[in-house]
């Protein structure tokens, strides 16, 4: 079995979206994917998209993928590597593609001068939570995570709330 790992192009864009679709299914939220193949192709690919994504492979069949971007930590003064999405076929895991892929993603962060690699999980996610702590990754339990989306941002943004 070979494992491999490379930079996304736009010909993933389909198989990105069908990872982001199954992903969402695992998460109970299908229902809030509206992306579609082109909108994945004109986000992710854009000359001046914020993200990046990573195909991985075994034996040439992808099996997961990940989207990353950097963002910045004004206490560090350094940039940092946000992992957005992280995701593995069920009947391809425990084969060690997840973890090579986090390693990939971690390399990436040090190479990039990172002080930080952060992603967030859900809180009832248990085998994913079993599975970072393995490899010596932290919980933050002291921040809370905020979204304004939708309806909600527009209205803001727009001085009506």
């Given at each position: 079995m070979s494992i491999d790992i490379r930079a996304a192009t736009p010909a993933d864009a389909g198989q990105i979206l069908a990872f982001i679709t199954e992903l969402a299914i695992y998460e109970k939220a299908e229902h809030q994917v509206?992306?579609?193949?082109?909108d994945i192709e004109q986000s992710l690919f854009a000359a001046d998209s914020p993200a990046?994504?990573?195909i991985c492979s075994l034996d040439g069949q992808?099996?997961?993928?990940?989207v990353y971007f950097f963002?910045?930590?004004t206490w560090l003064g350094r940039k940092g590597l946000y992992l957005e999405d992280l995701y593995i076929?069920?009947?391809?895991?425990?084969?060690g593609a997840g973890k090579q892929l986090l390693r990939h993603l971690a390399k990436i962060a040090c190479d990039s001068g990172c002080g930080r690699f952060?992603?967030?999980v859900l809180d009832?996610?248990?085998?994913?939570?079993?599975?970072?702590?393995s490899l010596g990754a932290a919980p933050q339990d002291e921040w809370i995570r905020y979204r304004m989306d939708g309806a909600t941002l527009q209205?803001?943004?727009h001085g009506d709330r």
């Open positions: 509206s992306a579609n193949v082109a990046r994504g990573l992808p099996i997961g993928f990940a963002n910045y930590s076929s069920p009947q391809q895991r425990g084969a952060e992603w967030s009832w996610n248990e085998p994913a939570i079993k599975f970072y702590k209205k803001f943004a």
